[in-house]
Structure formats: structure tokens, C-alpha cells
């Protein structure tokens, strides 16, 4: 079973992509994760994960996410690798959502829009 949910805020806006000659829609983008646990100077850390969204999915996330938005996702892992400009072999892992969640963030602020109603959108 490959199944992995994570709860982060993206780090940069969203941006819909299309895969060349085909009419598929994506987004690429970053979520920070906080680590949860301080680390020897007592700060938290964060990792940076990339992740991928297709189709309607994707066009919701970017119409209603923005830098700092938090997000709750699920999804699959994938990993890969390919070689760079000078021959040295790289290895990624990126998440490939499937499902997500839009969550307010920890101010308590409001949205323009309900984030139950935004929710629904993508189902």
C-alpha cells in the first residue's frame, strides 16, 4: 500500500500547467511540513515536499490557494530518477495527491469563500 497525508502551507502560488499537445491540466507546487519536534536551538523545521494534482483538482487549488494557505492532502508517493547536466545520477520523490482539504490557517482569519463550500468543489 503506497498511501501518505500530510498537513502543510504551500510556499509559493499555485500555477496551472498543461501537458504539451494534450489538453491534461496540472500543478507542481511545494508544501511545507512542520516537523513534530524542535530542533537543539528550539525551533521547529520544516520539510519541503513537492506536490502534483491533475485535472479539476488541480484548477481548484489554483483558484483558491495562495502562498502561506494551508492545505491537508493524501495521496501516493513517487519516486524516480534521471540524470542531470553533467551525467550524475539524481534521485526524487514527489507526492501525487489525490485527495485534499482546504484548512483555515492558524490565525483563525476567514476566508472570502466558506472552506466547506471550496471543499466541494473539486468532487
Sequence with gaps: MNKIVLLGKLI????????????KIFTKFIIAVERNFKSSDGT??????????WGRKAEV????????????????????????????KKYIAEVIGEDFKFVNNRRGEKDSKSTENINNLAN
Design 12 to 23: 509559493k502560488d499555485p500555477e496551472l500547467r498543461n501537458v504539451e499537445g494534450s489538453d
Design 44 to 53: 521547529r523545521k520544516s520539510d519541503l515536499i513537492p506536490v502534483t494534482f
Design 61 to 88: 487549488i489554483c483558484e483558491y490557494m495562495k502562498r502561506g494557505s494551508y492545505i491537508s492532502l493524501s495521496g501516493r508517493l513517487r519516486t524516480g530518477s534521471y540524470e542531470d547536466k553533467e551525467g550524475k
